[in-house]
């Protein structure tokens, strides 16, 4: 019995690339470069890794002739699920973005003969967080590398890496499963019922990948009820976060350390806050009649606590940047102390973009009923009671503006406008359904 989880039999909902790439594996067709196109959570890195296992695996299992996969067992593969193999690099942003030195580390390495393996495998992840000098730089390496070496980058879409990156790619796309599949999945993966599993992917918006792991902590899941509760709840788990990661960053030893931490801030998500503010976006459109000044209370306190849980996380990497301060010229560590900044920065943003990605489900939900839709095609299923109530006081052209409206706040914070008018200015506009 295989157990390992960089296999890809552990896949799910994603059979065309993993197809894909088992079949040129088979072939004895292996791509220079791949680039693995999707949203987040579709499983991309997950199926890099199995991909990784499956060229370095000692004794990879074929089952007839386009089927190949990694035997899960071998030395090879346990280190890769350990994530300790010598030739299979995961590079992820340094801070804010992968920076040059990182890209040039991956350039030393990728002109070694691989220590372990056949080949030495580079993941990107993500390729948009490249920075100019950067991507360019890799784009070089690319041209020149080793026939050993294999590069896989990952990316939103094709759109996010260079031209010429791109064309000596082979894209393999991976596309975000129904709701419907992906509920399923759930529940049959996490021995859950098919309304148990709908919570889980309620809350991770439609993120299979995440809904996954919060179906592992299905039992401890907590919604606070009612609008003052789950109002309070959020703000509260902003700074529950802010201190658990604090803590984290303090302990960093090295700058190197303290950047990869900032740049994976929010990586795995934290389900309390999840929790807590898919119960406030729910009981914001299901309230009737907030008072006036609730628009302007509810932004000032949001903002505020997001800028003290910001400010409070980047102080915790004082003592590593002192420390830095004796060994290292003062102007490198200064570039380092603002890559720190614009990550925790990035996700205080990230927080309000959440908070608007929320909302939209819901008015979304609504529209899809609103409009006769089946109810298999809701992302918020467990809450269909109250997605109908919303459907029929709102009815199809009020959802559409609320839907627009969200949109457009969302573009506004991407274009730097001050986050505290934008949400004020839609909250105004967006109550509950009028009492
Ligand atoms: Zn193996």
């Avoid at 370095?56 to 090879?76: F, H, K, L, W």
């Avoid at 299979?88 to 804010?96: A, C, K, S």
Wanted: glycine share 6%.
């Amino acid at each position: 019995m295989r157990e390992n989880k960089c296999c890809f039999s552990g896949i799910l909902l994603q059979e065309t690339p993993v197809r894909h790439l088992s079949r040129s594996f088979a072939n004895g067709r292996i791509a220079q470069t791949y680039l693995f196109s999707g949203k987040e959570s579709t499983g991309r890195l997950t199926t890099a890794l199995a991909f990784a296992a499956l060229l370095q695996c000692r004794e990879p299992v074929i089952t007839g002739e386009n089927n190949a996969d990694a035997c899960g067992i071998c030395d090879s593969c346990r280190r890769i699920a350990a994530g300790s193999h010598p030739d299979v690099n995961v590079i992820t942003p340094d801070g804010n973005e992968i920076r040059i030195d990182q890209v040039r580390a991956m350039q030393d390495a990728a002109s070694l003969k691989p220590g372990m393996g056949r080949w030495q495998v580079f993941i990107l992840d993500p390729a948009e967080r490249l920075n100019v000098s950067s991507a360019n730089s890799l784009l070089k390496i690319l041209e020149e590398a080793p026939s050993h070496a294999v590069f896989i980058l990952i990316a939103r879409d094709t759109g996010s890496v260079l031209p010429t990156v791109l064309s000596r790619s082979e894209i393999v796309r991976f596309a975000v499963p129904s709701h419907h599949e992906a509920r399923l999945a759930v529940a049959r993966v996490a021995g859950l019922d098919e309304m148990q599993a709908a919570v889980c992917y309620g809350l991770s918006e439609g993120r299979f990948g995440q809904a996954l792991m919060i179906a592992q902590s299905y039992h401890e899941l907590h919604f606070p009820a009612g609008i003052r509760e789950s109002h309070s709840d959020y703000l509260v788990q902003i700074d529950m976060l802010s201190e658990l990661k604090q803590h984290e960053f303090a302990a960093a030893d090295t700058c190197d350390r303290a950047l990869r931490l900032a740049g994976q801030i929010d990586n795995a998500g934290f389900l309390p806050l999840q929790a807590a503010r898919k119960s406030f976006c729910r009981s914001l459109f299901m309230n009737t009649g907030l008072p006036a000044a609730f628009a302007l209370m509810f932004s000032e306190a949001f903002v505020d606590r997001l800028d003290r849980a910001a400010s409070a996380m980047k102080k915790s990497f004082d003592p590593v940047l002192a420390e830095a301060k004796k060994a290292y010229p003062a102007a490198l560590v200064k570039e380092i102390d603002g890559q720190l900044s614009t990550a925790v920065d990035r996700w205080s943003t990230g927080q309000i973009e959440e908070f608007f990605f929320c909302l939209t489900n819901w008015y979304a939900d609504a529209l899809l009923m609103a409009c006769g839709a089946d109810e298999t095609l809701l992302l918020n299923l467990d809450r269909k009671d109250d997605i109908i109530i919303l459907a029929k006081v709102e009815g199809t052209a009020l959802l559409r503006a609320r839907i627009e409206m969200l949109e457009k706040s969302a573009g506004l914070l991407r274009r730097y406008v001050q986050p505290l008018l934008i949400l004020e200015n839609l909250l105004t506009q967006i109550g509950g359904p009028e009492a």
